[in-house]
């Protein structure tokens, strides 16, 4: 033990057996190669390779190590530890083997720091090794301290009052330290008290006195210069003659002959220790985590910045037109619009039959009470509406192929003269309430579901392109800067019928604003008109499909822009990796590879209300939401909240980084992992 800091770590190799015994120190032990037994009280653990136990100040404990183990010890004082906590009986917790509350990985690491300066990183001073020692007691302080109350409910009355004693022999023993004035504090007779300490010790109150004082002065003799009179005073003995002889009886030989001989001594065991610290570089396992070399080294010029959009916050996918009623669905909507910054807010089925439009049969008459309750609050909170006018199913998937409800929740317009009229009225009533220049800001969009052919009207001879072309007529002529678009084709399937969508519209003169498609990172494959999903194990699957939509673009001469209107890793409702920092790795991964060859993203979606069921009766149940059910933000809401802290200026970007700076040369450097 220092006698300085009152700390102390070896590294040992067995064999060592120890009896039962008491002791002042706190000793920490951590098995680096082999294994142990460890006796503290009544019970025995075998420790294995990076076990830890904590041998405490005053309890009974014992160890017997096998020969060809090599263990850490790490000693703290009574005095150092009562001195640094505050507290006179600091008993700890720590047995890696019999806790399966504590997580001991940081402790493992601060061993293995410990471990390495011992082995490869010897220092010219003890002052880092002092550090981690410090270290790993505020480890154990923060993690492993016992309360208070701990004593009087689990310990037994002799470890109690050995403890005390102990504490008192640490404080005393080299001054005055007697056993009768022990005695008067305990509350004992001093009789009493020597027997009890006879009992648990094996040796007397002043054998034991004597044994603490030739320890320290031992230390003394083989690590300083003192001279032999200064030793004996400040181990506690009355003068030099009784240090001698009490010295003399011990160890057999006079203080000064002991110097001579244990320094030669010392030194054959520097060697032993060498030779042990060559075999532990050898082992390896001993190299703490964050010694290993890794990460990238990246060069950028920062005075190369340019001002960049980001595409990533403008829409939020809400979903169904009446979902949107529900005032959970409101909250968190408003919560991520006011978090995140999104300015549209995108919904369909905006003629389902719980918004109670019109039948489908009859023209005229329309009911619009429940589609102004939605639209007054997103206008009310300056959200602008994103609406695709298109008709899909109320679903919700568990994995690509299966899934957990399907609800057809549209009106089935009879005709298309129904349909058209309806429209047309829906437009001009939006226009009237709340005026041009706000609907104007507007985003309108005819989706077509491919997938489960969901048409917007009866008709033998049903075209989407006249649908389209008359979505687009009725809100240019009312609205002529809302923006109107489609057809929310699926990304990378039946390119051909997205490109004849073009070219038709060019035929009759309603040239999209913007051309719509849905994007996750499956492939598409249409066997027997039906269409299956395979998970895509391409890295760059989402940028070479927004590549090739450029590229039907460039060679259909459409100057359209290309909006994403759904996004996400995943496609399921179900998929705890939507609830994992996987999503959110692949959120900043992707809008990386993606933000330069697109217009807008529109992520998918914003609260796991949407796909609400029978199911859904945990905290967190796999949804597409940013948010679950209880307003707690997911990785993904976070990742997005990264981005948009990214500064003005673009830098730089690569497979694992994002640079960007601002006006006042402040630098944002996003790193993730995917």
């Known amino acids: 033990m220092d006698i300085y800091t009152g700390m102390e770590s070896r590294i040992t190799r067995g064999e060592i057996q120890e009896k039962l015994h008491y002791q002042p120190e706190t000793e920490v032990i951590f ?41 850490c010890v790490v000693c703290y004082s009574y005095n150092m530890l009562s001195d640094i906590v505050h507290k006179d009986d600091c008993l700890f917790y720590c047995n890696s083997v019999a806790d399966d509350i504590h997580s001991y990985r940081n402790l493992r690491e601060i061993f293995r720091e410990i471990v390495y300066q011992h082995v490869v990183l010897p220092h010219k001073t003890q002052c880092l090794l002092h550090g981690l020692l410090y270290k790993l007691l505020d480890c154990l302080v923060e993690n492993f301290l016992l309360e208070e109350s701990w004593d009087s409910t689990k310990a037994n ?36 008290l020597s027997r009890f300490f006879k009992k648990q010790t094996g040796v007397y109150f002043a054998e034991y006195i004597n044994q603490m004082r030739l320890k320290y002065a031992f230390r003394e003799l083989l690590y300083t210069d003192n001279n032999i009179t200064r030793i004996a005073s400040d181990s506690g003995f009355s003068n030099l003659s009784v240090f001698n002889r009490t ?45 290993i070399p890794s990460g990238i080294t990246v060069e950028a010029d920062v005075t190369a910045g340019e001002i960049y959009d980001k595409k990533w916050n403008k829409t939020i996918n809400v979903g169904s037109m009446n979902t949107l009623m529900l005032a959970n669905i409101q909250y968190h909507l408003v919560y991520i619009v006011e978090n995140l910054g999104f300015k549209y807010a995108r919904l369909w089925n905006v003629f389902s039959k719980k918004m109670m439009i019109t039948d489908g049969i009859h023209i005229g008459n329309y009911n619009y009470d429940k ?14 509406p994103f609406l695709d006018m298109g008709a899909r199913p109320d679903t919700a998937v568990r994995t690509e192929n299966i899934v957990l409800y399907f609800e057809d929740e549209n009106v089935q317009f009879k005709s ?14 939006i226009v009237q309430r709340y005026g041009e220049p706000e609907t104007s800001k507007w985003i309108f969009e005819l989706g077509y579901d491919i997938v489960h052919d969901i048409r917007c009207y009866e008709d033998e001879d049903y075209n989407y392109i006249n649908a389209f072309q008359h979505l687009y007529k009725t809100v240019k002529e009312a609205a002529p800067a809302a923006q109107v678009g489609g057809p929310m084709g699926i990304a990378g399937l039946k390119s051909g019928s997205v490109a004849e969508f073009l070219r038709q519209c060019k035929d009759i003169q309603c040239v999209p604003d913007f051309v719509s498609f849905i994007l996750f990172p499956y492939r598409n494959v249409e066997k027997n008109g039906e269409v299956k999903y395979l998970r895509s194990t391409e890295p760059k699957m989402e940028k070479e499909t927004l590549e090739e939509i450029n590229a039907l673009l460039l060679r259909e001469d459409i100057e359209s822009k290309i909006y994403i209107s759904e996004w996400n890793s995943s496609i399921s409702s179900r998929n705890y990796l939507n609830d994992s920092c996987f999503r959110a790795a692949y959120i900043v991964r992707t809008l990386t590879q993606l933000w330069d060859c697109v217009d807008m993203i529109c992520v998918w979606m914003a609260s796991d209300w949407v796909s609400n069921y029978f199911d859904t009766n945990g905290i967190a149940n796999g949804g597409n939401g940013l948010l679950t059910k209880d307003t707690i933000c997911k990785p993904a809401y976070h990742a997005l909240s990264f981005m948009n802290s990214l500064g003005k200026y673009f830098i730089s970007k690569g497979n694992n980084y994002i640079i960007t700076s601002t006006d006042k040369k402040s630098y944002y450097i996003l790193c993730f992992n995917y």
């Open 247 to 291: 010295f003399r009886e011990h160890y057999g030989m006079s203080p000064t002959d002991c110097r001579k001989i244990k320094k030669t001594d010392i030194q054959k065991k520097e060697k032993e220790e060498q030779q042990l610290l060559k075999e532990l570089r050898e082992i390896g396992g001993i190299y703490p985590e964050k010694q």
């Open 371 to 384: 589609v102004d309750m939605v639209l007054d609050f997103m206008v009310s909170h300056k959200i602008i």
């Open 157 to 192: 009355d002799a470890d109690a009052r050995m403890r005390q004693i102990f504490k008192y022999i640490e404080q005393n023993f080299r001054y005055n330290a007697s056993l009768s004035g022990l005695a008067e504090s305990m509350y004992m007779s001093a009789s009493t």
């Open 31 to 71: 098995v680096i190669k082999g294994h142990i037994e460890a006796t503290v009280s009544d019970k025995v653990y075998i420790l294995n390779k990076n076990d830890v136990i904590v041998f405490n100040s005053g309890l009974l404990h014992g160890m017997n190590v096998d020969r060809d183990a090599i263990i």
């Open 416 to 429: 298309r003269e129904a349909w058209e009229e309806t429209v047309s009225a829906f437009i001009h009533h």
